[in-house]
């Protein structure tokens, strides 16, 4: 059963508090907005919305969970969990934006066992793993871009990795001095099966874009890059196309007979930064509450 402080949600209708009830299987608030679980354990929040943003579809997702599953990015994972631990030791509340199947909240939880966590993602189907995933923690189909359905000053630790980002809304969900831990690739991220496997190809002032982005905000507070080399079977490498930005345009066929020559293993760059910001007060305006 999802677990959930009674301060920390707030309902995408009336943005009055949102609260669990039905034994956990309802979201509702006071003026009787009600959002049911799915049978796998998220809250879909976006019913009847619809979005202009295109979510990962299933087949991405599978992708997705088996290739972590294979540990590939087990580095990343310890790194991201590593830097939260040092600049936010004891989170009351970790949220991730684009949870995808929450391979990375999952870490943080098993560091932070007292911590409620909240997986945000636009696409039912990570959010369907991410629940099985996350045990009580919290899945919620929502689009970042739109206004987070969070409370002021909730939540102490967010991560963002590979997803898209909301600098306005994240700054105001985090509390006074709540750290942001962003997650992008580095130029030369799996250079070397780029071209057989469609990629698209990872601009290289990326990390710098998101400082900018976040600028007057949030403060760079650390920056860590993880650099080692994937060893990758013909299947990672159809699971690591399809599972990024790419896989929305690759057909699952043309990349099975692309990859039909490859050998048994092919050495691929893994290069990522984790840049960690701490809330600011923000400009004139957005005064810290
Ligand atoms: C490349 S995946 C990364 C997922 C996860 N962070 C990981 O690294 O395993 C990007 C994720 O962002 C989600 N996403 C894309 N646009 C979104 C939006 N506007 N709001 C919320 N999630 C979004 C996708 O559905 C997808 O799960
Ligand atoms: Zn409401």
């Not at 294979?70 to 004891?90: C, F, I, M, S």
């Not at 080399?229 to 599972?243: F, G």
Request: charged residues 20%.
């Amino acid at each position: 059963m999802p677990r959930l402080p009674d301060d920390l949600l707030s309902c995408p209708v009336c943005a009055a508090g949102l609260e669990l009830l039905a034994a956990g299987q309802t979201l509702g608030c006071a003026a009787g907005h009600r959002f049911d679980a799915a049978k796998q354990g998220y809250f879909n929040l976006l019913t009847g919305r619809g979005t202009a943003f295109q979510p990962d579809t299933a087949e991405m997702v599978q992708a997705r969970a088996d290739f972590l599953g294979a540990d590939h990015y087990g580095h990343l994972q310890t790194a991201v969990a590593d830097l939260a631990q040092r600049h936010a030791p004891h989170p009351r509340v970790i949220l991730d934006a684009g949870a995808g199947t929450g391979y990375y909240l999952a870490e943080l939880q098993r560091r932070h066992p007292g911590a409620a966590l909240v997986a945000l993602d636009i696409s039912k189907f990570a959010l369907r793993r991410a629940a099985g995933a996350l045990g009580d923690g919290v899945c919620l189909v929502w689009d970042v871009w739109r206004t987070l359905p969070v409370r002021d000053a909730a939540v102490d630790v967010m991560i963002n990795i590979f997803a898209p980002r909301n600098p306005t809304e994240f700054h105001r969900v985090l509390t006074p001095g709540g750290v942001l831990l962003v997650v992008t690739p580095l130029p030369g991220h799996l250079a070397e099966i780029a071209d057989d496997a469609g990629l698209l190809a990872v601009r290289p002032d990326k990390a710098e874009g998101v400082a900018t982005t976040l600028a007057g905000l949030f403060d760079e507070v650390d920056a860590v890059s993880v650099d080692y080399t994937l060893q990758l079977s013909p299947t990672d490498i159809y699971n690591v196309a399809l599972m990024g930005p790419a896989g929305h345009h690759l057909s699952a066929r043309d990349l099975t007979a692309g990859l039909a020559g490859f050998p048994g293993r092919t050495a691929a760059s893994a290069r990522f930064t984790v840049q960690v910001f701490r809330r600011s007060a923000g400009p004139s305006g957005l005064a810290d509450v």
